[in-house]
Nanobody, 125 residues
Framework: QVQLVESGGGLVQAGGSLRLSCAAS????????MGWFRQAPGKEREFVAR????????DYAESVRGRFTISMDNAKNQVSLQMNSLKPEDTAVYSC??????????????????WGQGTQVTVSS
């Protein structure tokens, strides 16, 4: 089992920045990749960004590419999401996820078998 705990959400004005962190504990040695997803009220959960634990390759949703940066600290078993130039449409509950499954599409939330509790990000206009 892997436990994930997010932190860093909050309220920010449009154009501002926030940094989310996700601390992983437990059987982290089996982690293949970690990702961030978000869900706004009345909408489906959507992919934001992901990073592979080995090699650190990243991928982003088109809506956040160039504004968000995902990074990892292997020594701390921690993944962060730096969010810049925030827009009101970025408002959502952001959740950290981890997977030990090697195959599948990493932008698909079904690929991930461990999830954090989520943290609210609200961007005011």
């Amino acid at each position: 089992q892997v436990q994930l705990v997010e932190s860093g959400g909050g309220l920010v004005q449009a154009g501002g920045s926030l940094r989310l962190s996700c601390a992983a504990s437990g059987r982290t040695f089996s982690t293949f990749a970690m990702g961030w997803f978000r869900q706004a009220p009345g909408k489906e959960r959507e992919f934001v960004a992901r990073i592979k634990w080995s090699g650190g390759s990243t991928d982003y949703a088109e809506s956040v590419r160039g504004r968000f940066t995902i990074s990892m600290d292997n020594a701390k078993n921690q993944v962060s999401l730096q969010m810049n130039s925030l827009k009101p449409e970025d408002t959502a509950v952001y959740s950290c996820a981890a997977t030990d499954r090697v195959y599948g599409i990493l932008s698909n939330p079904g690929r991930y078998n461990y999830w954090g509790q989520g943290t609210q990000v609200t961007v005011s206009s």
